[in-house]
T-cell receptor, first 115, second 113 residues
Framework: DVKVTQSSRYLVKRTGEKVFLECVQD?????MFWYRQDPGLGLRLIYFSYDVKMKEKGDIPEGYSVSREKKERFSLILESASTNQTSMYLC??????????????FGPGTRLTVT | GNSVTQMEGPVTLSEEAFLTINCTYTATGYPSLFWYVQYPGEGLQLLLK?????DKGSNKGFEATYRKETTSFHLEKGSVQVSDSAVYFC????????????FGDGTTLTVKP
């Protein structure tokens, strides 16, 4: 079974703090994704990585950065947390497209509260 | 651009009722289509998928058929259970889009005993 793990299920941080959310997958997937999920707004893509050290902005990258130094690990960084970044953060991974098996595998999510 | 439109929720059904959640899509090319389910407090998990026209995906009593002519991928189940209460997301992926998916907004299903 593919497993995607996220470092924390719940996190509370203060405004202005630098926040690191870690995601690890164990299936050698090329693609990794960070989403945020908010009521009424569905899933929104923050950043996407298709290979080690490669990244691409998603729909809402402002206020976030990412790091992918190893294939299995994809980190989301909030440079200076703000209250409007309070949300559920979901990490996912997938094989590269064209394999016929490019569904995404999601972690359990990190519920981040910024006070 | 690509888009996925899902039937608005929330949907409330009695146990053993028939379920349909509509999903239509717009895509430049030939997408793979997916239904994901999210149970309370968890991440999304794949429910079923179809990779080409007329394919039927099925899992746990749920089914959806890839209809290219109507650009649809409606989710159905003949008899829902309380344990099916969750949020359901329709999604598409295109090979030309590097594996990024476009998701619908999600439909919340509540099944009452």
């Amino acid at each position: 079974d593919v497993k995607v793990t996220q470092s924390s299920r719940y996190l509370v941080k203060r405004t202005g703090e630098k926040v690191f959310l870690e995601c690890v997958q164990d299936m050698d997937h090329e693609n990794m994704f960070w989403y945020r999920q908010d009521p009424g707004l569905g899933l929104r893509l923050i950043y996407f990585s298709y290979d080690v050290k490669m990244k691409e902005k998603g729909d809402i990258p402002e206020g976030y950065s990412v790091s992918r130094e190893k294939k299995e690990r994809f980190s989301l960084i909030l440079e200076s947390a703000s209250t409007n970044q309070t949300s559920m953060y979901l990490c996912a991974s997938s094989l590269y497209p064209g394999t016929g098996n490019d569904e995404q595998y999601f972690g359990p999510g990190t519920r981040l509260t910024v006070t | 651009g690509n888009s996925v439109t899902q039937m608005e929720g929330p949907v409330t059904l009695s146990e053993e009722a028939f379920l349909t959640i509509n999903c239509t899509y717009t895509a430049t090319g030939y997408p793979s289509l997916f239904w994901y389910v999210q149970y309370p407090g968890e991440g999304l998990q794949l429910l079923l998928k179809a990779t080409k026209a007329d394919d039927k995906g099925s899992n746990k009593g749920f089914e959806a058929t890839y209809r290219k002519e109507t650009t649809s991928f409606h989710l159905e189940k003949g008899s829902v259970q309380v344990s099916d209460s969750a949020v359901y997301f329709c999604a598409l992926t295109l090979n030309t889009n590097a594996g990024k998916s476009t998701f619908g907004d999600g439909t919340t299903l509540t099944v009452k005993p």
